[in-house]
């Protein structure tokens, strides 16, 4: 008659058993960290003036409101996210 394993480990040799422990240690710090990143990211924090104005900006865009697009493209000439304004226009 076979013995049922009493652990899943039971399977693997001594000289391995560090490593797995190690290993399982690290899956587990990475999915902490991974689900903590994306609960800081999933926070409902309110838009700045300029984020708005470029959310606005590509919707404009969308809409070929190109007095709108002028008006957000002289907004926003400072802002990072200008030059993906631009291209979009384009």
């Known amino acids: ?8 480990t039971q399977c693997v040799p001594r000289l391995f058993k560090p490593f797995i422990r190690i290993i399982g240690g690290g899956v587990l710090f990475i ?3 991974i ?17 708005q104005d470029f959310l606005n900006a590509y ?6 409101d190109r007095k709108a697009i002028a008006h957000y493209k002289r907004e926003l ?11 979009h226009d384009y």
């Open 1 to 8: 008659m076979i013995k049922p394993l009493k652990h899943p």
């Open 31 to 33: 999915s902490l960290l």
């Open 35 to 51: 689900t903590s990143t994306f609960s800081v990211l999933a926070q409902n924090k309110p838009l700045t003036a300029s984020q």
């Open 59 to 64: 919707q404009a865009i969308l809409q070929g």
């Open 77 to 87: 000439k400072d802002y990072p996210l200008y030059p993906y304004v631009l291209y």
